[in-house]
C-alpha cells in the first residue's frame, strides 16, 4: 500500500491510553499534548477519546502496547498499522496523510498489516496463534477499535501507534494479569500474591519483564519523534 506522505500534522491531537504507565511516557515526551487514560478497555477507551474530543482536540491517536501476533514480532518493535479491526469485523482505515508523517519521521516502523481489538486479554501463545490465522492482524490490543469508531463518528483522523510488548509465542502468566487494575494501574501486591499461588509462573513473568522493559524503551522513542 503506498502511504500519501503530506507536512502537515492535526493540530491538536489527544493521546489515548489503556495503561498508566503509557499515558506516564507520552506525557514525559509529548509535555503539551492532551491525554486521557481511563484504564483499558474497549468501553474505557471510548470514554477516555469522548473526554479528549470535548476539550477540542481535532484528531485521536491510541497509544501503548499490543501483543504480537505475527511470529516475526519482537519486543519493542513499533507499529503503525494500516487498518483497526474490532472483533467483529469491522474495519476502521487509519489516516494515510498522518501515517505518512509519522513515518517521514520515524522510518523504521513496522507499518504494514492490521490490528485487532479484543473484547478479552490474548494472553495464551495457542489463542494467538488461532486469532492470528483467523483475523490476519499482525497485533491485538483492548483500545483501539473503540478509539477509531469515536474518531470516524466525529469526523476527525485516526491512527494507533503501537509498540510489541509479548511475542506470539509466549503466554503472558497468569501472576502478571493479576496485578492490573481497571484503572489501568498495576499492582505489584496482586501479583505477588498470585506469584505465591502460581510459582512456576516466575519463569515466564521474568521474561515478560524483559519484554516490558524492551516495550517501554520503544514507547519512549515512538513517542519522542512521533508527537
Do not use: Y
Not at 476502521?92 to 509519522?102: A, E, L, N, P
Not at 483522523?157 to 484503572?183: C, K, Q, S, Y
Amino acid at each position: 500500500m503506498n502511504v500519501r506522505v503530506t507536512t502537515r500534522l492535526p493540530v491538536k491531537p489527544g493521546i489515548v491510553t489503556g495503561l498508566a504507565f503509557e499515558a506516564t511516557i507520552a506525557r514525559t515526551k509529548a509535555p503539551f499534548a492532551p491525554i486521557a487514560c481511563h484504564g483499558p478497555g474497549l468501553s474505557r477507551a471510548i470514554a477516555a477519546a469522548r473526554a479528549l474530543l470535548s476539550t477540542g482536540v481535532d484528531a485521536l491517536v491510541s497509544f501503548g502496547v499490543a501483543g504480537a501476533l505475527d511470529p516475526s514480532l519482537r519486543p519493542g518493535t513499533a507499529v503503525l498499522p494500516q487498518r483497526v479491526i474490532d472483533g467483529n469485523g469491522e474495519a476502521f482505515s487509519c489516516d494515510d496523510g498522518w501515517r505518512g508523517v509519522v513515518l517521514a519521521r520515524t522510518p523504521t516502523l513496522d507499518s504494514q498489516g492490521d490490528l485487532l481489538t479484543a473484547t478479552d486479554p490474548v494472553t495464551c501463545a495457542r489463542h494467538k496463534a488461532t486469532v492470528f490465522e483467523t483475523s490476519g492482524a499482525r497485533v491485538v490490543d483492548m483500545e483501539s477499535a473503540g478509539i477509531a469508531a469515536v474518531a470516524r463518528e466525529h469526523g476527525v483522523p485516526f491512527i494507533a501507534l503501537r509498540v510489541v510488548l509479548d511475542e506470539a509465542r509466549h503466554t503472558i502468566p497468569r501472576a502478571a494479569m493479576a496485578g492490573m487494575r481497571p484503572d489501568g494501574e498495576t499492582s505489584a501486591a496482586a501479583t505477588i500474591a498470585a506469584l505465591l499461588r502460581r510459582p512456576h509462573d516466575i519463569v515466564d513473568l521474568l521474561r515478560l519483564a524483559r519484554a516490558n522493559q524492551a516495550a517501554r524503551q520503544g514507547l519512549a522513542r515512538l513517542a519522542h519523534l512521533a508527537f
